[in-house]
C-alpha cells in the first residue's frame, strides 16, 4: 500500500536576492547593474520542497513576508487559497499609484497587481512541490503539455559596452549596441548562441527614425524572420501610426507603441498593424475595455503579475473566446521563471508567436544547471515539479550581495540608474516623440 504524501507546508523560505544584469536601454532609463529577485521555497511536512520566483523589490517583500506566515500549516495543493490569503494581506497605499506606471512599465499599479505578484512566486513553488511529491511535471497539474519545446524571441536591447566608470558590476560580453549595425551584430550572436529566429528590440529609447532603420537593418540580415519592436508606450498617436507605415511590411506585430487603451485602440483603429500589448492589458479588469475597441490583437502575459500560471491559462481562454492572440513578454528574470513560463506556455493551445526571454541576458542564476534553448526553443521538462534544482551557494552568494547592498539596489530604478551617467535625465512622463 503507498503512504500518501503530506502536503502540509511546513515551513516557507525568501530570499531575497541581487543578480547581475547588463546596461540595458530603455525608454525609461538603464538596467541596474544588478536587479532585485525574490526566491521562494515552500517545504511540505515530508521535506520534499518547492521553489517560486517573482519580482525582489521591497513593496513585493513587504507582502510576502505576512503572505508566507499565513501559508504555514496549508495544503500545497491549495492553489486557490492562496488568492484567499492575498486577500488578507494589507498593502500599504503609498505603494499603489492606480495609475499607468511608467517606470516599472508594467501597467497600472494596484493594490491588487502588487498582491498578484506575490501570489504567482507562491503559485509557482507550490506546484513545483506537489508536482515532486506526485511524481508529476507542472505542465501535467496544469492539464498537460501540447507541444514538447516552446519558441522564445531573442529580445534585443540597445545597450552600452559597459555599466558607467565607477559603477561595481559584472562584465557581459555582448558589447555595445547603439545603431543599426551594432542590433543586427547583437541580433546574430542571439542567433549563433540560442538559434532564435524571431527578434523583439526593445525600442523608445532613441528617436523613431533610428529605431525604424534598425528594424529595416534587421529585416535585410534576417529576411522571413518575425520581427516586433516596443518603445514601452513612448510614442503619440501620430508617431506611433508613422512608425507602423515604415514598417507594416516587415513587422509581425508592434507592441505597446503608444500608452494606454485609448491611445492603443486609436492606432489599431488606423493601422493594418497588429498591436500587442503588456501594458494596457495587465489585469482581468483591463480586458472588456481594450478588446471591445479593438485596442489590441495579441495580449502578452507575464505570469509574475498577473497572478501566476493558473490565471495565465484563464487569460489565455479569454483571448482565444475574442480571438485575441496570446503570448508572453518577460521582465529581468531567472531560471525558475523560465522554467514556470515554459511549463504554462506548453499548455496553451493556439501560442502563435514567440515568447520573449531576458534569460539570455542573466548570466547568474540560481539553479544547478542552466536552461537553454535549442534553436530557439526551451524543451518541456517532464521531470517531476519544475524540473529544476536549486543551487543554495549561489542562493546564499547572491543573497549576500542583497544583504551588502546600503539599499540603493534593492528597488529597480532604471532612471536612477540613467543619472549616474546623465545627471539631468528625467523618465518622460507624456510620449517622447
Ligand atoms: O527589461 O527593460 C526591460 C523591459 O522594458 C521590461 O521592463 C518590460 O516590462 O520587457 C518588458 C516589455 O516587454 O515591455
Ligand atoms: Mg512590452
Given at each position: 500500500?503507498?503512504?500518501?504524501?503530506n502536503l502540509t507546508?511546513?515551513?516557507?523560505r525568501l530570499t531575497?536576492?541581487?543578480?547581475a544584469d547588463?546596461p540595458?536601454?530603455?525608454?525609461?532609463?538603464?538596467?541596474?547593474?544588478?536587479?532585485?529577485r525574490?526566491?521562494?521555497e515552500?517545504e511540505?511536512?515530508?521535506g520534499?520542497?518547492?521553489v517560486?520566483e517573482t519580482?525582489?523589490d521591497t513593496?513585493?517583500?513587504?507582502l510576502?513576508?505576512?503572505f508566507?506566515?499565513?501559508?504555514?500549516g496549508?495544503q500545497?495543493?491549495?492553489?486557490?487559497g492562496?488568492f484567499?490569503?492575498?486577500?488578507?494581506v494589507?498593502?500599504?497605499?503609498?505603494?499603489?499609484?492606480g495609475?499607468?506606471?511608467?517606470?516599472?512599465?508594467?501597467?497600472?499599479?494596484?493594490?491588487?497587481?502588487?498582491?498578484?505578484s506575490?501570489?504567482s512566486?507562491?503559485?509557482?513553488a507550490?506546484l513545483?512541490?506537489?508536482?515532486?511529491?506526485?511524481?508529476?511535471?507542472?505542465?501535467?497539474?496544469?492539464?498537460?503539455?501540447?507541444?514538447?519545446?516552446v519558441e522564445?524571441?531573442?529580445y534585443?536591447f540597445?545597450?552600452?559596452?559597459?555599466?558607467?566608470e565607477?559603477v561595481?558590476?559584472?562584465?557581459d560580453?555582448w558589447g555595445?549596441?547603439?545603431?543599426?549595425?551594432?542590433v543586427?551584430?547583437?541580433?546574430?550572436?542571439?542567433?549563433?548562441?540560442?538559434?532564435?529566429?524571431?527578434?523583439?528590440l526593445?525600442?523608445?529609447?532613441?528617436?523613431?527614425?533610428e529605431?525604424?532603420?534598425?528594424v529595416?537593418?534587421l529585416?535585410?540580415?534576417f529576411?522571413?524572420?518575425?520581427l516586433?519592436?516596443?518603445?514601452?508606450?513612448a510614442w503619440?498617436?501620430?508617431?506611433s501610426?508613422?512608425v507602423?507605415?515604415?514598417l507594416?511590411?516587415?513587422?509581425?506585430y508592434?507592441?505597446?507603441?503608444?500608452l494606454?487603451?485609448?491611445a492603443?485602440?486609436?492606432?489599431?483603429?488606423?493601422t493594418?498593424?497588429?498591436l500587442?500589448t503588456?501594458?494596457?492589458?495587465?489585469t482581468f479588469?483591463e480586458?472588456?475595455?481594450?478588446?471591445?475597441?479593438?485596442?489590441?490583437?495579441?495580449?502578452?502575459?507575464?505570469h509574475?503579475?498577473?497572478?501566476?500560471l493558473?490565471?495565465?491559462?484563464?487569460?489565455?481562454?479569454?483571448?482565444?473566446?475574442?480571438?485575441v492572440?496570446?503570448?508572453?513578454?518577460s521582465?529581468t528574470?531567472?531560471g525558475?521563471?523560465?522554467?514556470?513560463m515554459?511549463h504554462?506556455?506548453s499548455t496553451?493551445?493556439?501560442?502563435?508567436?514567440?515568447?520573449d526571454?531576458?534569460?539570455?541576458w542573466?548570466s547568474?542564476d540560481v539553479?544547478?544547471?542552466r536552461l537553454?534553448?535549442?534553436?530557439?526553443k526551451?524543451?518541456?521538462?517532464?521531470a517531476?515539479?519544475?524540473?529544476v534544482?536549486?543551487?543554495?551557494?549561489?542562493l546564499?552568494?547572491?543573497?549576500?550581495?542583497?544583504?551588502d547592498?546600503d539599499?540603493?539596489?534593492?528597488?529597480?530604478?532604471?532612471a536612477?540608474?540613467?543619472?549616474?551617467?546623465?545627471?539631468e535625465?528625467v523618465?518622460?512622463?507624456?510620449?517622447?516623440?
Amino acid at each position: 500500500m503507498t503512504v500518501a504524501a503530506n502536503l502540509t507546508i511546513a515551513d516557507v523560505r525568501l530570499t531575497p536576492i541581487l543578480v547581475a544584469d547588463p546596461p540595458l536601454l530603455n525608454t525609461q532609463g538603464v538596467h541596474q547593474p544588478y536587479t532585485p529577485r525574490l526566491i521562494v521555497e515552500v517545504e511540505t511536512a515530508d521535506g520534499t520542497t518547492g521553489v517560486g520566483e517573482t519580482y525582489g523589490d521591497t513593496k513585493y517583500l513587504e507582502l510576502a513576508r505576512p503572505f508566507a506566515a499565513k501559508l504555514i500549516g496549508r495544503q500545497v495543493s491549495d492553489l486557490n487559497g492562496l488568492f484567499t490569503i492575498a486577500d488578507e494581506v494589507a498593502v500599504d497605499s503609498s505603494r499603489v499609484s492606480g495609475q499607468v506606471d511608467v517606470g516599472g512599465l508594467r501597467g497600472v499599479q494596484t493594490a491588487d497587481k502588487l498582491r498578484l505578484s506575490v501570489v504567482s512566486g507562491f503559485e509557482v513553488a507550490c506546484l513545483d512541490a506537489l508536482g515532486k511529491a506526485l511524481g508529476l511535471p507542472v505542465h501535467a497539474l496544469l492539464g498537460g503539455k501540447v507541444r514538447d519545446a516552446v519558441e522564445y524571441s531573442a529580445y534585443l536591447f540597445y545597450k552600452w559596452a559597459s555599466h558607467p566608470e565607477g559603477v561595481a558590476c559584472e562584465q557581459d560580453d555582448w558589447g555595445a549596441a547603439i545603431d543599426p549595425a551594432g542590433v543586427v551584430e547583437q541580433a546574430r550572436r542571439f542567433k549563433e548562441r540560442y538559434g532564435f529566429t524571431s527578434f523583439k528590440l526593445k525600442g523608445g529609447v532613441f528617436p523613431p527614425e533610428e529605431e525604424i532603420a534598425a528594424v529595416h537593418a534587421l529585416a535585410e540580415a534576417f529576411p522571413g524572420h518575425p520581427l516586433r519592436l516596443d518603445p514601452n508606450g513612448a510614442w503619440s498617436v501620430a508617431t506611433s501610426l508613422t512608425v507602423a507605415k515604415e514598417l507594416g511590411d516587415v513587422l509581425e506585430y508592434l507592441e505597446d507603441p503608444a500608452l494606454g487603451t485609448p491611445a492603443m485602440a486609436e492606432v489599431a483603429a488606423a493601422t493594418g498593424v497588429p498591436l500587442a500589448t503588456n501594458m494596457c492589458v495587465t489585469t482581468f479588469a483591463e480586458i472588456q475595455e481594450a478588446f471591445t475597441r479593438g485596442a489590441v490583437q495579441v495580449v502578452l502575459s507575464d505570469h509574475h503579475y498577473w497572478g501566476g500560471l493558473r490565471n495565465t491559462q484563464q487569460l489565455a481562454a479569454i483571448c482565444r473566446t475574442f480571438g485575441v492572440g496570446v503570448s508572453m513578454h518577460s521582465n529581468t528574470h531567472l531560471g525558475i521563471s523560465l522554467a514556470a513560463m515554459t511549463h504554462v506556455a506548453s499548455t496553451v493551445p493556439d501560442l502563435h508567436h514567440a515568447c520573449d526571454s531576458h534569460y539570455p541576458w542573466q548570466s547568474e542564476d540560481v539553479l544547478t544547471e542552466r536552461l537553454t534553448f535549442q534553436d530557439g526553443k526551451a524543451a518541456v521538462s517532464d521531470a517531476p515539479g519544475l524540473g529544476v534544482e536549486l543551487d543554495h551557494d549561489r542562493l546564499r552568494f547572491l543573497h549576500q550581495r542583497w544583504l551588502d547592498d546600503d539599499g540603493t539596489l534593492r528597488d529597480r530604478d532604471d532612471a536612477a540608474a540613467m543619472r549616474v551617467a546623465d545627471p539631468e535625465w528625467v523618465t518622460p512622463t507624456v510620449p517622447r516623440w
